[in-house]
């Protein structure tokens, strides 16, 4: 029995993919492209993965899959015990905390920080005050503090940064408790100061939610929190390494992962990656 096997003793998994395929029609040429090829792949409750891969490895379409925002063409998706296609999908995205790269750009230009945040009370991009139990707006005022919003509260989401953006948007995927966020390159487009704003952020709901089971994708190690615990990369649809980070993100991994010669170091918990000279 492994490591992995002894600490997951007793748990079930928040995110479980077995045989998961994904193809699109493409109409131009009348056939099948395979965006995914079979995955497993099990998330387990405290568990923090990293989902890397160059540009078209299928990265954000595993994230949707895991959101129940997209359903697989084969294979069976268990999220939160709840299987796609034998579940009611609504009810099952409640219980997700989902920010994709497009979700900033969704809400009214008037809406302020605090708005936006206890939207994530009612899962809709509108925000309905009716619609808030007092326990919505305390919970949703709680995650402004905690996640160092306060002094933006009342500002306009629409004149925030990127940083403060995204980090507005996690405290909303976090309103309802999830068990499971999933973050889609939450720190693209950042600048250097935003995105260790963000990183922290990260940090911070790992020491202060550690049940929680987090997924992130990114194209850069760099932009990984320290408190990363496993890592899944993928390569034109197919699994290249999957299991706890120190095994997965090396220099080798790195290597067949993006097809370049990559050297990996890494301080404070951190990673860094260069090409190999």
């Not at 078209?56 to 899959?65: C, S, Y």
């Not at 959101?67 to 939160?80: D, K, Q, R």
């Not at 503090?145 to 500002?155: T, V």
């Given at each position: 029995m492994s490591l992995d096997d002894v600490s997951h003793a007793g748990h079930a998994p928040v995110l479980s993919l077995r045989g998961v395929a994904v193809w699109r029609w493409h109409a131009a040429t009348a056939t099948r492209v395979r965006i995914l090829e079979t995955l497993d792949w099990d998330v387990y409750p405290g568990e923090r993965w990293a989902l890397l891969g160059p540009?078209?490895?299928?990265?954000?379409?595993?994230?949707?899959?895991a959101?129940?925002?997209?359903?697989?063409?084969?294979?069976?998706?268990?999220?939160?015990g709840g299987t796609l296609g034998g579940t009611e999908v609504h009810r099952l995205r409640e219980r997700i905390g989902f920010v994709d790269a497009r979700a900033g750009y969704r809400f009214a230009p008037?809406?302020?920080?605090?708005?936006?945040?206890?939207?994530?009370a009612t899962q809709t991009i509108g925000f309905f005050a009716e619609r808030l139990t007092d326990a919505d707006s305390v919970r949703a005022e709680e995650?402004?503090?905690?996640?160092?919003?306060?002094?933006?509260?009342?500002?306009?989401f629409a004149d925030c940064s990127q940083g403060e953006r995204k980090r507005a948007l996690i405290a909303r995927a976090l309103v309802p408790r999830p068990r499971l966020l999933l973050l889609?390159?939450?720190?693209?487009?950042?600048?250097?100061t935003g995105r260790e704003l963000l990183l922290a952020t990260l940090d911070l709901l790992v020491r202060e939610e550690p049940a929680l089971a987090v997924v992130t994708t990114t194209h850069h190690l760099?932009?990984?929190?320290?408190?990363?615990?496993?890592?899944?990369?993928?390569?034109a649809g197919r699994v290249v390494a999957a299991g706890p980070a120190d095994r997965v993100l090396t220099a080798a991994t790195l290597t067949d992962c993006f097809g370049l010669e990559v050297e990996v170091a890494r301080a404070h918990g951190r990673w860094s990656v260069a090409a190999r000279r």
């Open positions: 540009n078209g490895a299928g990265k954000t379409t595993v994230l949707t899959v959101a129940a925002v997209e359903f697989p063409s084969a294979g069976t998706v268990t999220v939160l008037g809406l302020s920080v605090t708005q936006v945040v206890r939207t994530g995650l402004v503090h905690r996640l160092g919003l306060a002094p933006l509260a009342k500002r306009r889609d390159e939450p720190a693209a487009g950042l600048d250097l760099e932009e990984l929190p320290a408190t990363t615990s496993h890592g899944l990369l993928l390569r």
